[in-house]
């Protein structure tokens, strides 16, 4: 009985030392390019599901505004199917000094009122280039982004129709939610794809440096965070800002914010 009681004590230890309170991760990547001529900053702001960071979403804007991001990316989940927007609106509202681009995540896409979320964020400034490319001059750099909507299936695209949404030879950014569709990536005419959903495998196990489980790949996925190359070009993938997935906590995965740095290649 004593052994039972210990072992739950330890158990009940190991699961509070892992629980996401208010600890938010930056992580930082640095990624070159030939076409970047100068050092400039995005900021990847996914899988939000109108997650509440207190008044005015402080907690999350305290940790963003230092970074003085040149762009912010939102790909996917910002906002929920039962959830009033709340957040996620304010969240934009408090970051409207940057330029933001949006792309949809599953849990927008399933929402019945689509087209009327999606006027709501163009509305507040926020971009969503899906069916024509956004081309951007930053710090004397030109990018050009993709917004593909986070439908169910991979087979939905044609990898030739995709790279065709791009215009020109700027550094190419492909939003888009899901990050398991790699045989598509892999195809497309870009340079970079910026991914969420995984939510870092929801239950992370530090020494394997591994996620448990992500939607629609099952136990142990491939990709859950990170920097992957798909042949050639870069995937980048966020853990997200949501503490909690259909009610299910995570644990040894805090919420993250991504910052890429991008540069030119010596
Ligand atoms: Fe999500």
Redesign the pocket.
Known sequence: MKMIAGSAAVAAAVTAAGLPYEKIDTTFYRLSSKKIRNPMRIVVLA?L?DQDYGKHMEKLTEKIHPLKPDLILLP??LCEEKKNDEHSFCLIDQLKQYPMIYST???EEHRPDLPTLLYKIRKMGVSIPEQRSDVLEICGNTLEVVALPCVKRESFYDPADVSGKFRTDAYRILMSHRPNWVDLYGQIDCDLIVC??A?GGQWRCPPLHRGLVAPSVGLFPKYTEGIHDINGRKMMISR?L?KK?HGVIRLFNDPEIVVLDLEGEM
Do not use: L, R
């Open positions: 899988d599901h996917g989940d995540g599953n849990h969420g959903h939510h997200g949501t997935t």
